[in-house]
């Protein structure tokens, strides 16, 4: 039986949740001020409480204090202009590492809300508004460091094991875009560093 986290983070329950909503929203009277405040400060309300809950998360994770180490090569990325950046190694621990994962959620969470006032306010769309406050409390529960920390599951291998494979929107991960551990990776970008 596939576990819960799978079925909430598989992206047919997200286009379901969407239509979902999108009906009951239909059957609201969006247009009127009096839901409109009201929706904005709910939306504004479960976006602050998320990221509230992440601010919580780093607390607990520098309150664990994990030190165990970890090294691994962060891959190539293409710049803008097509130059390709060289490998880079990666000496940290893990709880440096969890803190620098949910740094990066709260600002996906911080651009999301610019995104959301600006389709609010530029073109007037209110389901949004509704949409994204339930899906920022789904999207905190379900990231890699609120299953490792709230929820607790393991890391030793699977999705949770430390460093996190990269995740395209679409599932098309490309192995070259992945963090490398293994040894002669590591040895490899070494050699690179001292030879700067």
């Known amino acids: 039986m596939p576990s ?5 983070n598989h992206p047919l329950f997200n ?3 969407f239509f979902g909503i999108r009906q009951v929203t239909k059957r ?7 839901y409109l405040w009201g929706l904005r400060f709910l939306y504004l309300g479960s976006q602050a409480i998320c ?3 992440n601010l919580w998360l780093m607390w607990q994770v520098t309150k664990k204090n994990d030190q165990t ?3 691994y090569v962060e891959p190539s990325k293409q710049s803008w202009d097509g130059t390709q950046t060289p490998e880079q190694l990666v000496s940290t621990t893990y709880q440096e590492y969890d803190i620098a994962e949910i740094k990066k ?5 911080l651009t999301g809300v610019l995104m959301i006032a600006f389709l609010h306010m530029q073109f007037k769309y209110v389901q949004p508004l509704i949409i994204q406050a339930i899906m920022g409390f789904k999207t905190f529960f379900t990231t890699k460091e609120a299953r490792i920390h ?3 599951e393991s890391t030793t291998s699977g999705p949770l094991k430390r460093p996190f494979r990269v995740e395209s929107p679409f599932g098309m991960s490309q192995e070259s875009q992945q963090p490398k551990v293994d040894k002669a990776s590591i040895k490899r970008a070494e050699k690179a560093m001292k030879a700067e």
């Open 4 to 8: 819960l986290t799978k079925i909430v």
């Open 15 to 17: 286009i379901a949740f």
């Open 28 to 34: 609201l009277p969006l247009d009127e001020p009096e």
């Open 51 to 53: 990221i509230g809950l």
């Open 69 to 71: 180490p970890l090294r």
């Open 105 to 109: 959620s709260i600002k996906q969470a």
């Open 150 to 152: 709230i929820w607790g």
